[in-house]
């Protein structure tokens, strides 16, 4: 049976999905962004326990080495249509919950199978023999600008050879634009470092307008993981100002170009021991950790209005 004490392949996570979506139908729903470059079909699920609820967009496993990332997601799923506790029942309720599991499906399937360390997409490059370019670099927000992506296409951070090259970045720009007015609040899950990151990333001397609830909505966050019995640290504050700078990048693209208030990147544990390769028994606890942090957040984000 599917569980979070092992990580699994793309077609395990597949079929389990497919078992909730059928388990859940009363509050469960399949939405496709599109098809990646080696024809796999981006998945996702809808959670709405009602209507007229606030939407919260998450995006998972971009990058197709952090495998905790899709692991954590499903394990949330999990949660909102399964947990009764209070606090996580009223998560489930009171918002509708757009979640990707696996978004760069070509790049984690390659990571199974030929190179554990895959980051990228598998495009090919028409004049490099270098494959694949960053996903969260092709984003059309200030793509390719200021050292926070490179030209160059066998570079880790390629930006692709332009905004959109990437099918599977094209397909959730589309998705996400046709369907903005359904969530004011977009995640990305990565790994690793245990940070919260907030725009900008294009720039560390400029903040958004809000930085100030940004900050609020980081601390909550950190002071309620630090507060479990695992007592892991984490920072948070703007992407550029706290990690580096880093454009084209899907949440900044949602936030700048969306006009959204509340884009966050999770980089979940560890702070480099591990690093990717983070051990399966660190998959639960990593997992609660991002759940009372949600709760946190959200409860804050609420508070500031
Ligand atoms: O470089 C990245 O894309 C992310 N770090 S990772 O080590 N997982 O590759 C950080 C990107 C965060 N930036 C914004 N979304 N603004
Ligand atoms: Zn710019
Ligand atoms: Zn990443």
Redesign the pocket.
Known sequence: AFGWTKYYELEEIQAWLDEVLAKYPAVTEEFVVGTSYEGRTIRGIKISHKSGNPGIFIESNI?AR?WITSATATWFINELLTSVDAEVRNLADSYDWYIIPVFNVDGFEYSHRKDRMW?KTRQPHATNACIGA?A??NFDSHWLESNGASDNPCSE?FAGDQPGSEPEAKALAEFLTNNQDKFDAYF?F????QYL?S???HTSTEFPENYDDILAMGKAFADAIEALPYGTAYRYGS?AFV??V?TG????WVFNELDKKI?F?I?YRDTGRYGFILPPVQIIPNCEELLVGMLALIEKSKELG
């Open positions: 990058h952090e980051r960053d969260n670099r951070t990305s990565h790994s690793y470092g990151l725009p900008y990333g992407t990690l580096y880093a990048t899907s949440v900044d884009g990147t980089e």
